[in-house]
């Protein structure tokens, strides 16, 4: 589940690009695809709270308790971890399922990091590379990526739930 959100930063920006240059029943299928890539970031989204339970759940098996006079200050990181948490589950709605600005937007918090990064490099601030992603198995993370999407592709076909179903079944007539 670790490899959803790099799939998405690699799919995102593609598909949105197609449903842009497209025409047709190509654009639909691309803006279908895209919605299918947006709702696979819930599997992330349920990995990152099973992470955080885990952490809570050592912290208390260790008695680590938060001070009570310590000060709480929420910034970006913080707003940026809770939005990566639950936007993804507005993708379920159906008129917001492919919607491209909520993409770019959940893209955007994805590579905020790395963005934040270049621009230090190139101001020659610093020169570590940090990536969280390892490209251990990567062939089957790529395949397990690939069922779940076409699994979800087809449900969501069968069920007749995909924002742009109606439109490519009226270019088939």
């Not at 940026?80 to 959940?106: A, D, T």
Request: proline share 4%.
């Amino acid at each position: 589940m670790e490899f959803f959100d790099t799939a998405f930063t690699y799919l995102a920006p593609i598909l949105v690009l197609l449903s842009l240059f497209l025409k047709g029943k190509k654009r639909y299928y691309a803006l279908n695809a895209l919605a299918i890539v947006n709702i696979l970031l819930i599997f992330n989204s349920v990995f990152i709270i099973r992470q955080l339970y885990a952490f809570v759940k050592m912290a208390m098996e260790m008695n680590v308790k938060p001070d009570p006079n310590a000060k709480i200050e929420i910034g970006w990181q913080d707003v940026k971890n809770w939005l990566i948490i639950l936007v993804p589950f507005l993708f379920l709605i159906k008129p917001i399922m492919g919607n491209r600005i909520l993409s770019l937007l959940m893209l955007f918090l994805f590579l905020n990091n790395w963005l934040v990064y270049v621009f230090d490099c190139v101001k020659g601030k610093s020169n570590f590379y940090f990536s969280s992603f390892t490209t251990y198995h990567l062939p089957f993370q790529m395949m397990h990526y690939f069922s779940w999407f076409v699994f979800l592709y087809a449900a969501f076909w069968f069920i007749k739930y995909l924002p742009y179903q109606k439109k490519i079944l009226q270019f088939n007539r």
